[in-house]
């Protein structure tokens, strides 16, 4: 009796080891806070690659940078020291060039003409370019449409930004349309902004109001001018091999996690733009809410020039208008 209570006990044991050694875990990173709309977007696709792969893999999510700014975090997933990140495209065009495009100022009229073309062929195209980089792109999410705040005046026109220092995405296309607008450019790593703002070493940023709710930006920049310069991709990444060596059941479980880490993302995005102004106010911030968009599509006509013969003309109609 003994005896096979015992084998019992042993069999066991062997199955829950065997149960804990079947569960590989894998990191992902943001470099804002949980409480936003990239935290949604991480956590839900945790949630649900746990629960599609019957727990065989767990996601730990990881906040606020704490495995390093976004451009880090892609170097990390790229080499296969991190499984996965969620980052808004800032970074990536540094990675893979081609996404470079999606960065034009003014290119989107709006967050709908945005989500429809990166759901539609456009973006899926897009989405394969990374696979030759160490990447799989598992989906687009959402960062936002980018708005300007500072510390200094009100931005009602572009000649307002003249002069102005602001912090801007280690992004070539950002960097080259801000500096048409006369902005002294300072590229810098996201988790170190709230610092160089308190501190002055730069007069502003830009980001949408998901970010800037969610970074606490209202305690240290007064002005908030909605310019809606730049709509913001965000997306999915995962080490190349990482996903490779998943099964064909498991491959599909994470792009379907990543699917539903995008709802919640783009829902997130919505409320937060929906009652940001408000709550902004509420805290102190003046808000410039009709800013004369025309005017900066024109001071940016030379840099625009610029960005047809880089990118092919052709090829930021054929974004352009899509319905």
Not at 186 to 197: D, Q, Y
Request: a positive charge.
């Amino acid at each position: 009796m003994k005896l096979s209570k015992l084998v019992v006990g042993l069999s066991l044991a062997v199955g829950f080891m065997s149960g804990a050694a079947a569960q590989t875990t894998m990191k992902i990173s943001i470099s804002i806070a949980q409480n936003s709309h990239q935290g949604v977007a991480i956590d839900t696709f945790a949630r649900e690659v746990e629960k599609r792969t019957a727990g065989r893999y767990k996601v730990q999510p990881f906040y606020s940078g704490s495995l390093g700014g976004e451009r880090e975090s892609i170097e990390a997933v790229q080499l296969g020291t991190q499984e996965l990140t969620f980052t808004s495209s800032g970074p990536v065009p540094n990675f893979v060039p081609d996404a470079k495009i999606l960065d034009i100022p003014f290119l989107f009229r709006d967050k709908a003409h945005a989500r429809a073309v990166l759901d539609g062929p456009i973006g899926q195209e897009m989405l394969g370019k990374f696979d030759s980089k160490g990447f799989k792109a598992l989906a687009w999410g959402e960062n936002g449409i980018r708005h300007m705040t500072n510390s200094k005046r009100s931005v009602n026109a572009p000649e307002d930004l003249k002069g102005l220092k602001m912090r801007t995405m280690e992004n070539p296309v950002h960097v080259a349309a801000y500096k048409g607008l006369g902005i002294v450019t300072t590229p810098m790593a996201f988790p170190e902004v709230f610092t160089a703002l308190q501190q002055g070493t730069v007069d502003g940023q830009e980001n949408p109001l998901s970010v800037i709710m969610s970074a606490k930006f209202d305690q240290v920049q007064k002005h908030l001018s909605l310019t809606g310069h730049v709509y913001s991709p965000g997306i999915f990444l995962m080490n190349k091999a990482s996903f490779d060596k998943l099964s064909a059941a498991d491959k599909q479980a994470f792009l379907d996690a990543a699917k539903e880490g995008v709802k919640v993302n783009r829902a997130r995005v919505d409320e937060d733009d929906s009652k940001g102004v408000a709550e902004l106010r509420s805290k102190g911030m003046t808000v410039v809410e009709n800013v004369d968009k025309s005017r900066f599509v024109t001071m940016l006509a030379p840099v625009n020039a610029e960005f047809e013969k880089q990118f092919g003309k052709a090829n930021i109609d054929r974004i352009r208008n899509v319905k």
